[in-house]
Structures are given as C-alpha cells and as structure tokens.
C-alpha cells in the first residue's frame, strides 16, 4: 500500500493496531473480536517495527515516528527477551547449539501448526524488526540507539552461525526452513532477501543456492510431465527474490507459469491453493486470497524498482522482459513511492540500445539509482531529470 501511495491508510492501520499491543511488548499475531490473540507467533513483532520504519522512509512523517516510539520500544525489549531466552548455557553446546540466539519455536509458520519450530521465517522477521528499531532510534536521537545497534548485530551473527550449522547438521547445501528439520522451504526463505536484506551478507552464496535449488524444481514440475498435485501461490514471491538475485528471465518464466492458474481465468487472482487438476475436489483455502495478491503486487513492482539497502541504491528495470521495451511507447510507471520519493520513468528500445527517462522528484540515493535494463550494460544515474541512451552489451 505504501509503495502505491496508501500512506493514509497505513497511518491509519497503524494507530488503530499499536493499542493493542500487550503490556509486556507482543505484538499480537492478530486482533479479532475478542481482542489480541495471546498464540505464540514470534514474526509479528519485527514485522510491526518493521512498518513503524517503512511508513517513516515512505512519507517523512516524523511526528507519527514519534508517537509509535513507545510501541517499538517495548517490541524490540519482548523480541530481545525471545532472542536472550535462546542464549543460556544449555544452547551453547550439543543438539541445542543450533537454537542459539534464534528465537523460540513458535507456530507463526503454517507449516508448522501441528508442532512449534526453530523457523528461520521468525528469525528473518526478527533480524528486520532488530535493523529497523535500530534506524528508529538512530533518526530520533534516542539513547537507546547504541544498544540497539548492539543487538542487532548480535543476533545477526548468532543468526549466520545458526544457519551455517544447521546446514551442516542435515548435510544440505541449502537455507532450511526450521532449524530442527533440515526442511527445503524456499518460499519461506524468501523473507531472507525482501524484507530481511541479507544478499551480500555471509550468507549470500547460501541463499543463492537456496534458489538456485528452488529453480530446478520448479522447471522439473513445469516440463517434467510428471503430475504435481497442487502447490501454494505463495510462491509468487520467489518472482521478486529472482529479480533481486539479478536473474531476469528466471523471474520472468516462474511468473508466466503462475499467470496460467488464475482460476477463473475470469477473475484474475489466485486462490490460497492452485491444483493440477482443475476438476478436483480439495481445498484451495481463500479465494481471492490477499496474501498471495500481495506477494503478486510486490513482485510485480519490484520489476520496476527496489531499494537495496546494503549499498543504498535505488534499482530499476531490473525485471523488465525486453518485449515490453518494444511496445510502441517502451513501458513506465509513474509516482512509485520509494524511500527517496516518488519514482516516474519510461523504458523503450530504440535502434542503439534503451533509451530511459527519469523525472525529477526523488532524492539520489547514497549508492545512486542503478538502472539495469534488458537491453544495454548496467548504468548509474546521480542526477535527475535524466535521459540517456545505454546502448547495446
């Protein structure tokens, strides 16, 4: 919503959800009728802070940074007190090694209802909630930031080891989904590149051969003729985590296989599960179904433009198919709300490479704005309006 310029009515979620936090800091994982649901879910807290610090980045707005202090405050202090549980002496040696500094089981994960796990989803989650109440605490001046800094990093590198010994626990060459189970669950570790932001950290190469094993299986289910039963579109967003990962024509096949399973076609949307069979009886959960519909958005925008924050730029085209660059006007997207502003530009083919035109209205990035189209070399941009013609590899 944010980033298709709904602030309003994030702000408005937002001070309507904080109250019902818990006195102790929970977020709660979801507010009905009776209130907070008081069920262990242990992503919820970094993903609240986490909205406190994208709603700011989106709209400047510091006077609600402010007034959601309080609330991320006492998140970080109950999430801190999950990851301190996991640091005691029987998790520094033996089977419990790996839960070391994580945080505890919990069932936030669905494919973990039936029994609480270690899931890295949590963590992932976590280590967001840990960065962003550090940058909170960084733009108010606030004494705590230092601590928070602290932390952050702390769970982060206790995070890394985790990981790293897990996979040598279960002898896989891939980012489980549980640290107890050893579990290829992709889908889940997606959090670890949007929003968690760990390409180009220690487990960089570990999370391209994640999906570098999420892409086998995948081409095996479409060409294999094998049946497959049915799948969870969920999976959608693995559609942006190729993008960032710098494979375009991954992305672009895993999402025209997604396209055909609209079911009705008519309705244009995905329910909670797609079968092989369309005239098979099962379950298929909601339909539509917003979490899925929010995975597709996301995907489909960070096509056009994300923000990398490891080295502060701002990267488009990234996910453009160069067909769409030889439509008679090329292809565009006007007032993309980004973390330095709002983002309009065009993209079209001409005879010596991509011509793009960028408008004024956004601040330049630390890093610059990374264009990186179909057709010509990656090319910086650190100034604006620009228009300029990358030509040809």
Known sequence: MLRLGHAKEVKEFLEWFAPYQFDNGKIPCCVDARGSDPVPENDSHGEFIYLVAEYFRHTGDRTTLEKMWPHVAKAFGYQDSLRLSRTTAEYKTGDKEVFYGLMPQSISHEGYSAKPMHSYWDDFFALRGFKDAAFIAQTLGKQEAVHYAEVRDIFNKDLHASIQLAMKNHHIDYIPGAAELGDFDATSTTVGVNPGGELGTAIDQRIRQTFEKYYVNFVKRRDSGKPWGAYTPYEWRTVGTFVQLGQRQRAQEIADWFFTHQRPKEW???????????????????????????????????MFAYENDNDSTLVIGAGIPTKWLREDNGVGIRNLSTHYGHLSYTMRAVARGTQVNIESGLRIPQGGIIIKPPVGRETKVTSLPATLTIPLR
């Open 268 to 302: 244009h949307q995905w329910a909670e599960v797609v079968m092989e069979k369309v005239d098979s009886v099962q379950f298929i959960g909601d339909m539509p179904h917003t979490w899925v519909g929010s995975d597709f958005i996301r995907s489909m925008l960070d």
